[in-house]
């Protein structure tokens, strides 16, 4: 450790806020529809489809527009990804996906996931990189912001029904938040080297005097927004360890941020449009907080030489397996944290070499529920989800009902949260227990004992979580291909539905102001109580799983020291 | 990195996409022989989508 890291853990971080800020402003006035400097562009959209974006829907109605444009969109990857072989746009000559493969992924693109068992470079075409997956990057990452945007609505509502209309957020978010950003960062990484381009390979002479083929193709656009809208589906199966898709450490730099940025703004624009600035600088310092702990918990785990190493008396050094000598300790504690807080699930180094404590934080982050910043906007409904909980349980200490920015909550509201938060754990310990007794799924781990049941909790973990990182060592497999794809479903709309029908219940309350029997929600009590609710749910759940995994193997590497 | 193989222009994409006429005759072909596990994973697909429509309508209730 030296100060040179600390100093990159803080400024990534730093930035990624100091970006959001302004950024949050700016989303605030188009979720409140004041910004339309594209209207003609949006005007042409609403006419193909029929849709009035002035008519606002109840929550029943949004929710269906939701999960009816998530289907349209999975339909339409599923026949990209299968027929891609037929398809223009393929200069590799690729194969169309198996069958349980496409719906794997088209799942995993559609719930802004991006889990991948296939290699990008070795498997999909143009077309399926640019209209299929990139294009989900954004619908994505579009649709996830519209409900946290029908969740604020839902706060400034005073007895009304209306939280807005999903097809006009769905644009204008698109139109006037992920495209130009997108444009913007596609055009400075493919300035610091990234490729953008139509050709699908080069060859290269190597030194022994034999040719290898260089894969290429359109990857800066993709990147940016992979990182932007926190989906994290590399073009290349090495992700952002790969020097195509990250070539120095200015892009690297400019990945960590970007990843972030969009969910910390989502928190700033729920503060500004909801009037509340000083509550969503509260769950502002919580998120930033715990992913501060969790980069500094990974690098103090990563700069210590194993102890393997050290019984050897080799020169001690930081844990390098698995990361790039480009990045180092540092930038892959701190790419681990945001990416595994942010519900990215891009990496620059490999998560499975990570030490049992190094990784079994970055796995703690996504079983905290993806809200550190969490992903473009479930990050911020999901914190909200918590915030509620929290002042439920304040009210419970106290005895008073409880209410969170003007809102009473109800028993309602608290079925719901309960309804939201334990379909994660279903699907995280359910899967993975089914999974560790049935050979079919057994057969594809790389190795046994706490390590094998690492890599299969972290797999369901980050599908769940709709994550899409993986602990790597996973063979691919029809089984895991269908069961996975039921995870990210599950953790997508699972999640997502609660928080709509809670968005339709405080619409429809009026909105009270605070009386001297009002817990602040602004302060460090809130901020200390938020934290604790978020680590007891999250370790009540989850530690026993992680306690014969990565706790474990822990142990087991110290017991290997101390034998030899 | 070459700056030949950093950008290709707009323009030869389209023209990629337009000289490959016999695309749709693969897809009618692959429709037609392997139609069978396409069929499940789709109805799968939509099922899992429509369960939580009636998911959401039975939130309603609550």
Known sequence: MNIQGWAEIATTIGLSVACGWPLGIYMARVWDGKVRWLAPVEAVFYRASGVDPEKGQSWLAYTISFLAFSTAAFLFLYAILRLQQHLPLNPGGFAGFTPDLAFNTAISFVTNTNWQFYSGESAASHLTQMAGLTVQNFASAAAGIAVAAALARAFVSNRGTSLGNFWADLVRITLYILLPLSIVVALVLCALGVPQTLLGHVDANTMEGAKQAIALGPIASQEAIKQIGTNGGGFFNANSSHPFENPNSITNLIEEVIMNMLGFACVVAFGRLVGVAKEARALLIVMVIMVGAAAAGIYVAESQPTPAVTAAHVAPGPNMEGKEVRFGAPSTSVFAAMTTGASDGAVNGMHESLTPLGGGIAMFMIHLGEMLPGGVGSGLYSIVLMAILAVFVAGLMVGRTPEYLGKKIEAKEMQLVMLATLILTVSVLGFTGVAVVLPMALKTLSTTGAHGLSEMLYAYTSATGNNGSAFAGLGTSPYLNVTLGIAMWLGRFGYAVPVLAIAGTLVAKPRLAPTAGTLPTHGALFVGLLIGVILILAGLQFFPALALGPIVEHFQMLQFVASH | ?62
């Open chain 2, 1 to 62: 990195v070459r700056s030949d193989i950093v950008f290709t222009p707009p323009l030869s994409a389209l023209a990629a996409i337009a000289g490959d006429p016999l695309w749709a005759l693969g897809i009618v072909s692959t429709l037609a022989t392997e139609f069978d596990m396409d069929f499940i994973f789709i109805a799968a697909g939509v099922a899992l989508f429509a369960a939580f429509a009636g998911y959401a309508a039975l939130l309603r209730r609550i």
